[in-house]
């Protein structure tokens, strides 16, 4: 049973900066790529960044470009979020997954999930 594990939430003022997560038990046999989610209160979980195993695609949901970073550690089974200049609408829990899809921005399309690390971004 593969466990996708989220951590680096918190509570941060904007402008400020942070730093997800995300390790991986093992590397699902089928996956060919991991991504970031997130779902505020009252909405529908979101893509944020996907990128895949081999780091050669990445992409990004347009309220997060030039502000975060996905990138990869295969040898640790990790991904992580690099997340600068937070804004009040950043909050909400950030969920991490694993497709064997690759370049899938659809959580329809995400077969492992975590459990979710909340960030939370004042004004």
């Known amino acids: 049973q593969v466990q996708l594990v989220e951590s680096g939430g918190g509570l941060v003022q904007a402008g400020t900066s942070l730093r997800l997560a995300c390790a991986a038990s093992?590397?699902?046999?089928?996956?060919?790529?991991l991504g970031w989610f997130r779902q505020a209160p009252g909405k529908e979980r979101e893509v944020v960044a996907v990128?895949?195993?081999?780091?050669?695609?990445?992409r990004y949901a347009d309220s997060v470009k030039g502000r975060f970073t996905i990138s990869r550690d295969n040898a640790k089974n990790s991904v992580y979020l690099q997340m600068n200049s937070l804004k009040p609408e950043d909050t909400a829990v950030y969920y991490c997954?694993?497709?064997?899809?690759?370049?899938?921005?659809?959580?329809?399309?995400?077969?492992?999930w975590g459990q979710g690390t909340q960030v939370t971004v004042s004004s």
């Open positions: 093992t590397r699902p046999f089928n996956s060919n790529g």
């Open positions: 997954g694993s497709t064997k899809w690759i370049d899938a921005t659809s959580p329809r399309n995400y077969e492992y």
């Open positions: 990128i895949t195993w081999s780091g050669g695609i990445t």
